[in-house]
């Protein structure tokens, strides 16, 4: 098999698109689509080619990769792409869809003799652009030959974590990271809240921590992007991490454990949505902590 794939990418979001150009610039040829046609249509210009319909865009593709907002998204358009799919193909679903929807994606991939992988990526927007993502994929050995261009072309490095795409078990991996993710992300805001509540210059925390155990590049990162205004264009959004944080409480309610961090961050981050900020940094859930009637400025 050429390692040059026909590569359908269906959703162009932050994610998708870094995706399908990194695709492109390794070769193989790309079919884009988005619900929204006018944040696919830029791809073009980089040599995908964008397509009207989730069905035109998966005709005759090797790969479908899959970037959309949730697992119910991502079957919605993948049964929209049906009467196209071609029989064999393999399908990269690397939405972060939650465990009980990778099962029913699963079931559709059955369906439609596609080979499925359950394949989410850890990254963020310059990551992705960089094609340095950390692809989690489970999936059967015997086809992994036919997605690792994919997986080369826009990731790092790639984290096997079963047989089975239909298991999840790199769904259960991303929901652990993430979780770590978003709590680290809520306290780097609440740092910096409890900062300016207590008249605190921030520089002097980093100062007390720099160099140590409790110092962190990530905690520096986010809070940069508070303190210096820089939310937009966003990284990782608000509302999808307030998604992510719910189905990290829902993995834990189905398994019998109780994520109270977890829990809180995605009230937060639902907060600082409502609060008109759903689709900046995910950083901008520093603004949860204050009043509506009395936001900062960061």
Do not use: C
Not at 97 to 110: K, M, P
Not at 149 to 173: C, K, S, Y
Not at 211 to 234: F, H
């Amino acid at each position: 098999m050429t390692d040059k794939l026909t590569v359908s990418v269906l959703g162009t979001g932050i994610m998708g698109a870094a995706m399908a150009r990194n695709l492109v610039r390794a070769g193989h040829t790309v079919r884009a689509w988005n619900r929204t046609r006018a944040k696919a249509e830029p791809l073009a210009a980089d040599g995908a080619h964008v397509a009207g319909t989730p069905a035109e865009a998966v005709e005759g593709a090797d790969v479908v990769l899959t970037m959309l907002y949730d697992g119910p998204a991502a079957l919605d358009v993948m049964r929209e792409a049906a009467p196209a799919l071609r029989s064999g193909a393999a399908w990269v679903q690397s939405s972060t869809a939650g465990i009980e929807a990778v099962d029913e994606l699963a079931a559709f991939a059955r369906e439609h003799d596609l080979v499925f992988f359950d394949a989410p990526v850890l990254g963020t927007r310059q990551p992705a652009e960089a094609g340095r993502l950390l692809v989690l994929a489970a999936g059967p050995g015997e086809h992994r030959a036919a997605v690792t261009p994919v997986f080369e072309a826009v990731g790092a490095r790639t984290v096997w974590t079963g047989e089975d795409g239909a298991a999840g078990t790199a769904t259960r991996l991303k929901l652990v990271a993430n979780s770590w993710v978003l709590a680290a992300t809520a306290a780097a805001g609440e740092v910096l809240a409890l900062a300016q509540a207590l008249d605190v210059d921030p520089e002097s925390f980093f100062d007390a921590i720099g160099g140590g155990p409790l110092d962190m590049g990530y905690l520096r990162a986010k809070t940069a992007l508070i303190l210096d205004g820089r939310l937009s264009p966003p990284q990782f959004a608000v509302a999808t991490a307030a998604k992510d944080a719910r189905l990290i409480v829902q993995a834990g309610q189905r398994h019998g454990v109780r994520l109270d961090v977890a829990a809180a961050g995605a009230e937060r981050m639902e907060r600082a949505a409502a609060q008109g900020h759903a689709d900046e940094d995910m950083a901008a859930a520093y603004f949860a902590s204050f009043d509506p009637a009395d936001q900062p400025s960061a």
